[in-house]
C-alpha cells in the first residue's frame, strides 16, 4: 500500500520556524527519487496552490514568490522523505499542508498537517 504521511504542523507565532516532513511508504526508492514532489497548501475557503517543488532527475526547486527567501524544501532519497523548513512564519500562511507525489499522470497524496501562525 502506497502512502504519504506529513508532519511536523502546529501552532507557532509570526515570524516562528516549522519542519515539516513528508514520509512516502509502499514506493520503490527508484520512483520517489526520479519523480516530482511537492508542497501545496489549502486555506478555509481557499483552493489548494502549490508552494515548493521539486522536478524529477535534476533536482531543480520552484517556490510560490509568497514564500520565496523564506521556505526550503528537499528531498532525502535514502529516508523517502520530502521536508520543508519554513522561517519567518506569516498568519498568511496559515494553512493545511499537503506533501504531493506525481509519477506519470497519477498523483499521490498525504492527509495534510495544519500550520497556524498566530500571536
Known amino acids: 500500500q502506497v502512502e504519504l504521511v506529513e508532519s511536523g504542523g502546529g501552532l507557532v507565532q509570526p515570524g516562528g520556524s516549522l519542519n515539516l516532513s513528508c514520509a512516502a511508504s509502499?514506493?520503490?526508492?527508484?520512483?520517489?527519487?526520479?519523480?516530482?514532489v511537492a508542497w501545496y497548501r489549502q486555506a478555509p475557503g481557499k483552493e489548494r496552490t502549490l508552494v515548493a517543488s521539486?522536478?524529477?532527475?535534476?533536482?531543480?526547486?520552484n517556490y510560490a514568490d509568497s514564500v520565496k527567501g523564506r521556505f526550503t524544501i528537499s528531498r532525502d532519497s535514502a529516508a523517502k522523505t520530502v521536508n520543508h523548513v519554513m522561517h519567518n512564519l506569516k498568519p498568511e500562511d496559515t494553512a493545511v499542508y499537503f506533501c504531493?507525489?506525481?509519477?506519470?499522470?497519477?498523483?499521490?497524496w498525504g492527509q495534510g498537517t495544519q500550520v497556524t501562525v498566530s500571536s
Open positions: 509502499g514506493f520503490t526508492v527508484q520512483s520517489f527519487v526520479l519523480n516530482p
Open positions: 504531493n507525489l506525481r509519477i506519470g499522470n497519477r498523483n499521490y
Open positions: 521539486i522536478t524529477s532527475r535534476v533536482n531543480t526547486k
